[in-house]
């Protein structure tokens, strides 16, 4: 048996989340988000430009590069993995976001342990883009989100002291 890890043995004293710190971090990642389907919008739009200028595209007329794009299912499915993998490299690497870093928020396994590429993947496919937090509401007792019991997680408030551990520790 291998000792428990200073993360796991301060895990008894995080709290869980509560709504509005996660509603909080939530907010502030949607403006990472945003920011992240800005910057691969315009390195999509620069490689339908290259395509064209290359002679490999041929646009319809009056179909600027733009409304191609958004044509495509294909785009769509794009900037939904390039949000996935933001969070999903966020959550695997340190449990922390950069909304949820802000807010002293650590997704984790119910024994403070990091969670697993599994766990991401299941918290990705049910997390409803935040709505999964909603449940915390109801949950009271508990305070976990849907995509928290989908993937065997919770979602703690770390101490200031705490927070700044884990952020180091992944510099």
């Known amino acids: 048996m291998t000792d428990a890890s ?12 509560g709504f509005l710190r996660r509603l909080a971090a939530w ?6 988000a945003v920011a992240i389907i800005m910057l691969a919008s315009a390195l999509a739009l620069g490689f339908a430009a ?28 794009y900037l939904l993995a390039m949000l996935a993998l933001f969070f999903g490299w966020f959550w695997y690497r340190s449990g922390q976001t950069l909304g ?37 509401l109801v949950d009271v007792k508990n305070r976990r989100a849907w995509h928290d019991y989908a993937a065997g997680t919770e979602m703690v408030t770390l101490s200031k002291e705490a927070n700044q551990l884990y952020y180091w520790k992944e510099l």
């Open 6 to 17: 200073p993360a796991q043995k301060l895990h008894a004293s995080f709290p869980s989340a």
């Open 50 to 77: 290259l395509l064209t200028s290359l002679d490999w595209l041929t646009l319809p007329a009056g179909v600027d590069h733009a409304a191609w794009l958004n044509s495509s299912p294909l785009y769509g499915l």
């Open 27 to 32: 907010v502030y990642d949607l403006l990472v």
């Open 100 to 136: 949820m870093r802000a807010w002293r928020l650590k997704v984790q396994q119910r024994d403070g342990s990091r969670i697993t590429k599994k766990q991401t993947l299941i918290r990705l496919l049910t997390c409803a883009f935040g709505l999964g937090n909603l449940w915390v």
